[in-house]
């Protein structure tokens, strides 16, 4: 038996009284009630822990020469993550390689020719995000030999990405988000890889801050996930 301590007539007999501490009589209409207020209350507490829960930016992007765009400081992909999570308010973290991809684009492009035919898994630095804080993801990447960098996959290797979505976003110089979404949803079938990914030219993220934000902005729309 449970006591009750708000003292108040129960709906449906409003002369029955319980006093504060006193033992109420069960009832199933009694039991029906403070069954729909312990619901209630899951579903508040759930609700605030959903509101909570934040979007992550996750990008891979490399510096220094490349394809249509020349030296570059800020990656073109980078220049994409930074505005998803200006517009998303998500946080955001880069994955860097441990030993540099070689600035020259030609030996950088024969190097993950290689490492794209031998699965490779390079090195990143630090310590993935824990995933737990974090509802979805954004996962950036450029296009590299029509997938994304092996370490893209390092990554997701490590950090538990399990039951999450991953929203792929995507810059290339042609071949768009290619067969990227696919590849990821194969390689990670216990995560929801989202097909519709936003794929948008290197160049265009570089050297059009206007045009990558409205890209972002309408990708955002289309998946509904516009703030
Ligand atoms: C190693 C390498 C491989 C690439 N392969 C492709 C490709 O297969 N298709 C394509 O459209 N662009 C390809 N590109 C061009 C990049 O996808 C494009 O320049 C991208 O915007 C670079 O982004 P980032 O600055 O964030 O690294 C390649 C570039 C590199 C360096």
Excluded at 104 to 120: F, W
């Amino acid at each position: 038996m449970t006591s009750v301590s708000h003292g108040k007539p129960c709906a449906g007999n409003p002369h029955a009284r319980f006093e504060e501490g006193a033992s109420a009589p069960e009832s199933p209409r009694r039991n029906a009630l403070l069954h729909n207020r312990l619901i209630t209350g899951v579903l508040i507490t759930v609700t605030a822990l959903m509101a909570e829960a934040k979007p992550l930016v996750v990008y891979f992007s490399h510096t220094g020469e490349n394809y249509a765009v020349g030296n570059i400081a800020t990656g073109n992909t980078a220049k994409v993550a930074l505005e998803i999570a200006a517009q998303t308010g998500a946080d955001i973290w880069e994955i860097k390689e441990k030993t540099a991809y070689p600035t020259s684009y030609d030996a950088c492009v024969a190097l993950a020719k290689k490492e794209l035919a031998a699965g490779a898994r390079p090195e990143f630095v630090g310590t993935a995000p824990d995933l737990a804080n974090y509802d979805c993801l954004y996962l950036g990447y450029p296009n590299w030999w029509g997938d994304a960098p092996m370490i893209v996959y390092s990554f997701l290797d490590k950090a538990a990405i399990g039951g999450k979505t991953i929203y792929p976003f995507c810059t290339h110089e042609g071949s768009g988000l290619g067969s990227t979404a696919r590849s990821l949803a194969t390689a990670y079938p216990k995560s929801k890889v989202e097909p519709r990914g936003l794929g948008l030219r290197g160049k265009t993220a570089q050297t059009d801050a206007a045009a990558t934000k409205t890209a972002v902005a309408d990708w955002l729309k289309r998946l509904g996930l516009a703030k």
